[in-house]
């Protein structure tokens, strides 16, 4: 069974740093691409960005230059690095991966940036 286990997130100013975790257990890690989403109050779920198995990296324009997904595939985890922190960064972030034509979810962690 694929599960997905986040760490990290909480209350950062505007400007901040957090990084977020992600272990993922019950898949083959380094075959899966691993995305991160966030969704913000009264807002649909988006794409932040993603990684491939091989380490390609795609990023949403609202977040390029600021955040850096990484990846280890010996302890099947991938990180989301947050910088430069904005307040319309406020969300749930959920990383998530695809594995057999479903799709399966980190239960999600608040990332709240405010002064």
């Known amino acids: 069974q694929v599960h997905l286990v986040q760490s990290g997130g909480g209350l950062v100013q505007p400007g901040g740093s957090l990084r977020l975790s992600c272990k993922a257990s019950?898949?083959?890690?380094?075959?899966?691409?691993m995305n991160w989403f966030h969704q913000a109050p009264g807002k649909q779920r988006e794409l932040v960005g993603n990684?491939?198995?091989?380490?390609?990296?795609n990023y949403a324009d609202s977040v390029r230059g600021r955040f850096t997904i990484s990846r280890d595939n010996v302890w099947n985890t991938v990180w989301l690095q947050m910088n430069n922190l904005k307040p319309e960064d406020t969300a749930i972030y959920y990383c998530?991966?695809?594995?057999?034509?479903?799709?399966?979810w980190g239960r999600g962690t608040q990332v709240t940036v405010s002064s």
């Open positions: 998530n991966t695809r594995y057999k034509q479903r799709d399966f």
């Open positions: 019950g898949i083959n890690f380094r075959l899966h691409t």
């Open positions: 990684i491939t198995g091989g380490g390609n990296t």
